[in-house]
């Protein structure tokens, strides 16, 4: 009899879904009409029973063998809940799979073993991510996964190299299941930080030579991207290394060692993260630090232009006076000799500010 400390089995539901809804989501109106298929390990080897229906269901859990149990698309909670309780799974455990969203974790409980990711993708576009949540359940002689995101081929790998072994699978190989599954989901994470760090590199570089207002909000949307993916993983470095301490009878010696590099990826993958945001954090330093050389260039423009034209508005104040007696306004070459007299002055303030360095551009690259 399952007795869970209080709070162990509580929804933990999220305020809002950490990323957009996949197509499939959003085409179906975000509630996806839920299909059973089964992977049911018999004596002869791991058979795929797809489109099982709740007969076929009680009839293999009834032969005793292991059972993988996967449920696609969460729109018919009456139904999953209704099937699933006729296989004995007990009604406390199916509250935190099938509400959407809910918050990651991982809870190892007497008999049950229970996790909650979400898958995390890009959309269309790449500055976009899309979500989809993904419940383990590990029971005795029985795993079922609960995918919120209707999937042709649900975890297509794995149940290929599945099928193609032979022989008897023990029971306690479900748990190996269980953390391979996990992995999949995290190793997803690795080709997605990579393709933002590759943005980042992009858009670092071009902070540096051309600085534009829509860099940083492509910063912004990377960092903001890399906060909803560090929100998803964070709860799972204090979680498994709890679990672990806990023994968990239903995991094996494999799935534990499985579980602790589950815990080295995870901590891997946080400071990988960490490392990107401080890129976005060098990228809004690296704009201010170009858009300040190119302000400052504009104002030494303007402070050249100052410098040379001074000394001519002075002369032009001066011969603009109207005073009658002023000898100049009577010679027969006086404008010319002003104006040759001021470019002189001008040529001289040239050739005085370049000598000085005042003509060299700061905003190139170097």
């Excluded at 859990?61 to 696609?72: A, E, H, K, S, T």
């Excluded at 190996?176 to 393709?195: S, T």
């Excluded at 901590?267 to 060098?282: G, V």
């Excluded at 104006?339 to 001008?346: N, R, S, T, Y």
């Amino acid at each position: 009899m399952l007795q869970p400390t209080p709070g162990a089995l509580s929804p933990h539901p999220l305020k809002q879904r950490p990323a957009n809804l996949p197509t499939a989501l959003f085409v179906s109106g975000g509630r996806s009409a839920s299909s059973f298929s089964v992977v049911a390990f018999s004596d002869e080897g791991p058979q795929l029973i797809s489109g099982c229906d709740q007969q076929q269901l009680l009839e293999l859990r009834r032969l005793g063998m292991p059972l993988w149990v996967r449920i696609n698309g969460l729109g018919d909670h009456d139904r999953v809940t209704t099937w699933l309780c006729s296989m004995g799974v007990q009604k406390e455990l199916l509250p935190p799979m099938l509400q959407v969203p809910q918050r990651a974790r991982v809870a190892g409980l007497d008999d049950a073993v229970l996790v909650l990711l979400h898958r995390l993708g890009f959309a269309h576009d790449p500055s976009q991510l899309i979500s989809s949540q993904l419940g383990l359940l590990l029971l005795p002689g029985l795993l079922i996964t609960f995918d919120e995101a209707p999937n042709a081929t649900p975890f297509a790998e794995l149940t290929s190299w599945l099928l193609r072994q032979e022989g008897a699978v023990e029971q306690r190989d479900l748990d190996d299941i269980l953390h391979y599954l996990i992995d999949e989901v995290l190793d997803d994470l690795f080709p997605m930080l990579e393709q933002i760090a590759s943005r980042l590199d992009d858009l670092e570089a071009s902070a540096l030579s051309n600085p534009k207002p829509k860099l940083l909000n492509r910063t912004f949307q990377h960092r903001s991207n890399l906060r909803t993916i560090s929100s998803q993983i964070w709860p799972l470095r204090h979680q498994i290394r709890v679990m672990l301490r806990q023994r968990q009878q239903l995991l094996g010696p494999e799935a534990l060692g499985g579980f602790r590099e589950m815990a080295e990826l995870v901590e891997l993958l946080f400071e990988h993260i960490e490392l990107l945001r401080n890129q976005c954090d060098h990228i809004t330093q690296a704009y201010a630090a170009s858009v300040g050389n190119r302000m400052n260039q504009v104002m030494k423009t303007l402070t050249i232009l100052t410098s040379i034209f001074a000394p001519l508005t002075f002369i032009a104040g001066i011969y603009g006076m109207n005073f009658d007696k002023m000898p100049e306004l009577h010679w027969r070459y006086g404008y010319l000799g002003a104006l040759l007299v001021m470019a002189l002055i001008a040529l001289v303030m040239v050739v005085w500010l370049w000598r000085r360095g005042w003509f060299e551009d700061w905003t190139l690259p170097r």
